[in-house]
């Protein structure tokens, strides 16, 4: 069981500016979460979890992420569903979305980039394009970060 709260209070960096990108890894299965968190972790980055597409919505309004994997199949409130409302909620800043799932029919890409995904990825999962996708999407934090530190990139 995730606690939401606790989520909300551990990404809530006060009057200052978050030393490390957030992301929110939404997924209905402890384990893959666990991978997800492990991945983006090792990419320098905070990690907030939810198990189901009303907690994602709920934590992306509030804690306003840098990305969000979202995993397609979740209870209460499916992966595209709780796109479409984080994008109606969130219109000022766009917050990458990447969505995983295991549906590898043609037109499900489209769907998923129509209800406002930036990135497609099929399961099994390949580490390598996951790590592309989060440089591709937060290099310009992690660049800006480096600069603050006097970090050649």
Not at 54 to 70: C, T
Not at 95 to 114: M, N, S
Not at 125 to 138: A, G, M
């Amino acid at each position: 069981m995730i606690d939401v709260e606790q989520n909300l209070r551990a990404s809530d960096p006060g009057d200052h500016a978050r030393e490390r990108p957030l992301v929110l890894v939404t997924d209905d299965h402890e384990d893959t979460r666990l991978l997800f968190r492990t991945i983006v972790g090792f990419h320098g980055c905070s990690v907030i979890e939810a198990a189901d597409g009303e907690q994602a919505v709920l934590l992306a309004e509030n804690s306003r992420p840098d990305l969000i994997l979202m995993d397609s199949t979740l209870p209460r409130l499916d992966g595209l569903g709780a796109t479409r409302r984080i994008r109606a909620l969130i219109s000022k800043r766009r917050i990458p979305i990447v969505f995983i799932t295991g549906r590898a029919e043609p037109d499900f890409r489209d769907i998923a980039l129509d209800s406002g995904c930036d990135e497609f990825l099929l399961k099994p999962l390949n580490v390598d394009l996951l790590s592309s996708v989060l440089e591709r999407h937060l290099g310009k934090y992690q660049s800006a970060q480096n600069r603050m530190v006097g970090i050649e990139t």
